[in-house]
Nanobody, 121 residues
């Protein structure tokens, strides 16, 4: 009924840039928050950036100043602009959204399928 589809991952050289997109679709009443997480092999999934319904943003210290999260409410889409990429940014990046479906009262957590970002020379 609701799905998140990510795009924009790929292979990039250190210092390069990528822009990730995540579009939510389905029986959506409202999206309270959207964000990006990442997980490297053998590591826990960590929050990269998030944007709330109030427009406030939150970034991991490791990406602050390099990454920018933004949204297009009309398209139910969130973006992550990644500049100055480093090898340690290599991970699978997952879109996350807190969504209230139509005809429902409670919010639910949704995850995208993930998109691979590899930073290597």
């Amino acid at each position: 009924q609701v799905q998140l589809v990510e795009s924009g991952g790929g292979l990039v050289q250190p210092g390069g840039s990528l822009r990730l997109s995540c579009a939510a679709s389905g029986s959506i009443f409202t999206i309270n928050a959207m964000g990006w997480y990442r997980q490297a092999p053998g590591k826990e999934r960590e929050l990269v950036a998030a944007i709330t319904s109030g427009g406030s943003t939150n970034y991991a210290d490791s990406v602050k100043g390099r990454f920018t999260i933004s949204r297009d409410n009309a398209k139910n889409t969130v973006y992550l602009q990644m500049n100055g990429l480093k090898p340690e940014d290599t991970a699978v990046y997952y879109c996350n959204a807190v969504i209230v479906r139509k005809c429902e009262w409670r919010s639910e957590n949704y995850w995208g399928q993930g998109t691979q970002v590899t930073v290597s020379s």
